[in-house]
């Protein structure tokens, strides 16, 4: 499974971007799909996720800001963020989980920067 992720950038708080991370390779066992992010000299955290059947969830830093969404046809998650704050400045990683025997297999996308100016 190859994820590639695009739409990161420089933006002013207040504002907003939209990140997309397309799927291929052997995703038929794909079930959840989402963002996390990892800010300079911090953990890599949860932004969201969401299911093939599209049940969500959010990190609290970003519930009612973020949106994730997803379009199974084509393999790809999407992450609308709003009203962006300098604290949402990070690398945020895509994510893809695989259904294997026994458990679930994470592939991450190569990341995208997303820098937010006070």
């Known amino acids: 499974v190859q994820l590639q992720a695009f739409g990161g950038g420089l933006v002013q708080a207040g504002g907003y971007l939209r990140l997309s991370c397309a799927a291929s390779?052997?995703?038929?066992?794909?079930?959840?799909m989402g963002w996390y992010r990892q800010a300079p000299g911090n953990q890599r955290e949860l932004v969201a996720g969401i299911s093939r059947a599209g049940a969500t969830n959010y990190a609290d830093s970003v519930e009612g800001r973020f949106t994730i969404s997803r379009d199974n046809a084509k393999n790809t998650v999407y992450l609308r963020m709003n009203s962006l704050t300098p604290e949402d400045t990070a690398v945020y990683y895509c994510n893809a989980d695989d259904l294997i025997p026994g458990g679930v297999y994470r592939y991450w996308g190569q990341g995208t920067k997303v820098t937010v100016s006070s």
């Open positions: 390779g052997r995703i038929a066992n794909i079930n959840v």
